[in-house]
């Protein structure tokens, strides 16, 4: 049996340094994530959310939804949200995660893909 060998000419492969254009696209598409991710939350999550650093990020292929939590009880609010949250992201992407940062030296960050949310729904 011979192999076949392929080969790829450079246009096949991905550039190795993302060009400006494309780092305004990630821009743009994670700027209308957000977006539509906020005016999705209730008036009660978007209250919390006020109160902490947030924002979404889509690197390595996948949507991450970062939460920096000023307090450790804003930190224990936002934990007690996930599912609402998640199912909110799992409307728009099927691959993405959240990460829930406590305040920094109080604690390491809990990070949560929406694909695991049936584990954490009986917690709501």
Known sequence: MSRQRFYFSGDDFHPMQPTS???????QLEYSLSKYFYEGCDR????????CRW????????????IECPDQVTNWRVLQKLVPMGKLINQMVSSAKIRVCPPES??????MRVDELAVYRDMA
Do not use: C, H, K, W
Not at 21 to 27: E, F, T, V, Y
Not at 44 to 51: D, K
């Open 44 to 51: 009660t999550l978007q209250n919390l959310l006020s109160n």
């Open 106 to 111: 109080e604690g390491v960050p809990f990070e």
């Open 55 to 66: 924002y979404v990020t889509t690197q390595a292929n996948a949507m991450t939804l970062v």
């Open 21 to 27: 254009a494309d780092i305004m696209l990630r821009q």
